[in-house]
């Protein structure tokens, strides 16, 4: 089983910042394998992210990804207000795994 | 437009078994290429991936749990069953429906989820 960790486990930030979530795997995966979600309280996961860096239909263009092998992450050019959520990576290289979640929160 | 609904029992007594139905509309089993997934999260933990159903009647399931799930379809109705055996106050959480293409594993449409809690 593939192991996604992510960090920080909780990020705070003040609207219009920059941000960086990271995921790290236990062992490499190819990086069309990956994907981003979001999950605001009482919602579902929402796709922003797939094959490590393209951008689901309708995730605005501030949400970006990267990374290959084991390292990835997602930055949040300039935080929005309706970004403060939950993010979960997730890899779909050998079967299917989630990270714990990265919280983003306000400062 | 694609949906998925889940529905079943909010509330199962421990040792009990776990019927789900996620009811789906805007893309079907006719289509190749077609799965729908169970993924459950604990409240307040994160997401883990149960098994899928594919197109073509194939399932799979997350190994942990293969002896207690069962995922079945009714094609003629856009439903999938999860059916859970033996069910512990440990496998309280929402339990969500998603579609994914044999093109990406990513999951692109969710349901919204439905939250079961095991207690006697």
Redesign the interface.
Known sequence: EIVLTQSPATLSASPGEKVTLSCRASEAISDTYLAWYQQKPGQAPRLLIYGASTRATGTPPRFSGRGSGTEFTLTISSLQAEDFAVYYCQQYYNWHSFGQGTKVETK | QVTLKESGPALVKPTQTLTLTCTFSGFSFNTSGVRV?WIRQPPG?????LGRIDWDGDK?Y??SLQTRLTISRDTSKSQVVLTMTDMDPMDTATY?C?R?LIT?????Y????TLVTVSS
């Open positions: 997934n933990k994160a997401l883990e991936w799979h997350t190994t969500y998603a994914n990406d594993g990513s999951f692109d969710w349901g919204q989820g």
